[in-house]
């Protein structure tokens, strides 16, 4: 578990850091700094997105309703500029996808800015696509790096028009099920059009968002005749049109079973129409007598999947079977060949072979997905002819898969963390070897949301054991660039399933990872009660290096929180435990506690004591080699150097930490290094490069949800205004970092920003200031240490010299 400091600086002399790639080399400055601008700057090159999937083959017909979408584009090319929005509404497989990628297609060129389509997945038996998936989707097509995406749905909707509003976009919102998926979606101005696909009228957006609808039934007979003809032309020249007619009509006339009919007749070329007719009817018969009636459409359809599924052979079916018990909207080649057991090269075949009958979707190189009517349908046929022991160890097929595949990219993404004593696999096929750790990182980002996904049906199917285990090594293997937020939402799925199994090492480790990540999304209460809970089970439990590891944790909510004592107490309990446990690694972790160390004694102002423990742990981490804790120390060395004075030094080590976060992908670092990479240039007089640094770290910490750290961030800009002499806008910047420091209850840091309010308001209203240095005073007088000493007297004094000019 990740237990490097990376604590708040209490001193205004002592911000924290970031990053020196991607940072705006502004020089000198003359005018503002704006908080708003989209990651990269105005200057950026725009990243043109083709997200359309490929057009739909031997399309057909639907002529009124091209025609209707044809209009849309009318006016639009004589200089107004309007954001427009159509829902295409339809019934289940009425085609509404196919007509809208098939005209997107045509006019694709008339958006020269590029196109952005998401499959949105309303009405999947399982858990749709939520507006802030799809949002972190768009904006990685737009460029934006995926940890400087906002994880509040507001922001990101906010970031996303501002990257649209001067671009002419063409947007596909597929399969929406509720106004709520699409309208953060919508662009706020521009010459961009939306085009989205439902089942239902979506009339809120007709109300509030003047969305115009485009209503899809089913095809007329001589047109659904046409799509037949079409598919099976060169195959089944002799087919008699009355019974084309008479298969049409079997299939309700709906696009998605008419191109399923049209597929089986065509692979079967030498069997005779009307014997493929007399299954279709046996089959319809049979789901005639199980219907209630009341969806005549939705029985055509089940009629259609069942003709075409029995058709399959064997294996075929088997697999489309077991595919629907595949918890995620989406898999990969190699989790179709482990739920199957098959061999890779034996499951691209049958996959392809399950593609070419329209049962299946191929959404890129071996990636698939089933159409969400075709899901719930394999998912049936899975219950009903699957018995529960061969489902459960399928299902185990697959979750061992992700789990030791997780714990293969762990070795890239988090070298320095302990493995999870997995159980063997039960399917042989081998987890995915990864190159490097941008191929890892690239994985982890990809399954992401998958996770979730197989540790709700692990917990769901009693496997206790698989559930815990795929919540930590999510853990241990989430992107950098991802937010601890998206993990906390199963994270305690995967505790209670610890629990369950009574396994004490599980608990202890998603106590452990827990108390991190509400941590590091600034809950820290939760994140002590979560960590002392994990010591007292390691006490009593006498695992003695789960003890220490609690104990360095809980060191540094203690820092965090600026109870510089008790964070150095446990950080010096952690290092005598882990001293004594070198057989389990203790040297590794007794570095990093040391590190941690250095941090407290750094906080407090003890520079010397910083300096001894900072140089060991720099030499330990260097030789073990684990690049974010090198990076780590680097950063408290930059501090350091800053307390001396010794600018260079200083420079030299913050540009080597920041070059390693951004070598590991870690936005969260980047951020946090960033502040004292600021406070190194501001001290510097490299005022433009130290507000572009600023800026940088309060997006993406605005981003990450910590709010404290956004703060910090607005005082290192307000303390470059005010050496500026810019003393009003430096004012504005210390009262947004003093107001958010007073809603998270920080009194430290509320004290240390009112100092620096006084100081930029002091020119214009002396009043005021004092006023500000008086509450500082108050603030600060329970923290003991001599930094605490230090800021407080140089209050005071600031303050009697304003009472003795009085002003």
Partial sequence: MPADANGRSGDSTNDLSGTSRDVVQAGSVSGGIHFHHPPGGPDRPQTVPRQLPADVHTFVNRNDELGQLNAVLTGRDGGQVVVSVHVVAGTAGAGKTSLVLHWAHQVK?????????????????????????????????LGVAAGDVPQDVDDAAALYRSLLAERRMLIVLDNAAAVGQVRPLLPGSGDSLVLVTSRNRLAGLTVRDGARRITLGTLPEPEAVALLRAVTR?????????????????????????????????SHPHLRLDDLLADLHDESALWDALSTGIDEEAEAVRTVFAWSYRALP?????????????????????????????????????????????????????????????????????????????????LRRVLDWYLHTADAAQTWLQPGEDHLPLPRSTTPLPPLAFADYDAAADWAERERPTFEHLVRAAAAAGLDRHAWQLTAASWNALAASASFADWLGFGHLGLASAEQADDTDGQLLLLNQLGMSYRSVGQLDLAKDHLGRALDLARTAGKRMDEAHARNLLGLIHLRSRQLEAAATDFAQAIEIFRSLPEAGGERWSATALANLAGAHLEAGRLPEADTALRAALAAHRALGNQQSIGNALWLTARLHRERNEATAARAAIDEALALALGLRNR????????????????????GDALASYQRSAMLHRRLKDRGREALAWRGT??????????????????????????????????VELDHLAVAVSPEDPAAARAH??????RLTPYTGPRATAIRARVAQRLAESDDTGG
């Fill in 109 to 141: 060129g008339r958006f020269p800015d590029g196109q952005l389509f998401v499959n949105l997945r309303g009405y999947d038996p399982r858990e749709p696509v939520t507006a802030e998936q799809a949002l972190r989707g768009f904006l990685r097509a």
């Fill in 234 to 266: 060169d195959y089944r020249p002799g087919d008699d049109p009355d019974q084309l007619t008479e298969l049409a009509r079997l299939c309700a006339h709906l696009p998605l079973a008419l191109r399923i009919a049209a597929e089986r007749a065509a």
């Fill in 314 to 394: 064997p294996h075929s079916g088997q697999l489309f079977r077991l595919l629907g018990l595949h918890p995620g909207p989406e898999f990969g080649l190699h989790a179709a060949a482990a739920l199957a057991a098959l061999p890779l090269g034996r499951a691209r075949q049958v996959l392809d072979d399950l593609v070419g009958a329209h049962l299946l979707e191929q959404t890129g190189p071996d990636r698939y997905q089933f159409h969400d009517l075709l899901r719930a349908y394999a998912a049936d046929q899975a219950h009903d002819e699957e018995p529960a022991e061969l489902r459960e160890a399928a």
């Fill in 668 to 687: 969260g670092l980047e951020g946090f290094w960033l502040l004292t990479l600021g406070a190194v240039q501001r001290a510097a007089g490299q005022h």
């Fill in 718 to 751: 307000g303390q470059t205004y005010t050496a500026l002499g810019r003393h009003g806008e430096a004012a504005g910047f210390h009262r947004q970092a003093a107001a958010v420091h007073r809603d998270l209850g920080d009194a430290w840091e509320l004290g």
């Fill in 773 to 778: 240095w008086t509450e500082a005073l108050a």
